[in-house]
């Protein structure tokens, strides 16, 4: 009996350790797509930058 409770807390902690490895890990990996997707949207903001800027510039040629 003391076995098969060693076992089962054994069998416990590691079940344990590996959800905290892999809480850790997706925590990780949440910040990571959190910085990737402020990156995209800067990128997004400047190509709009861009498009707004030549499409002002066009006006103001276009304008005597």
Known sequence: LD???AASDV??????IHHETLTRRMAQLEERMEKLERRLWLAVYG??????TQALQSIL???P
């Open 3 to 5: 076995r098969s409770s």
């Open 11 to 16: 069998y416990k902690r590691q079940a344990q």
């Open 47 to 52: 190509v709009v930058a861009v498009i707004l």
């Open 61 to 63: 040629v276009a304008t």
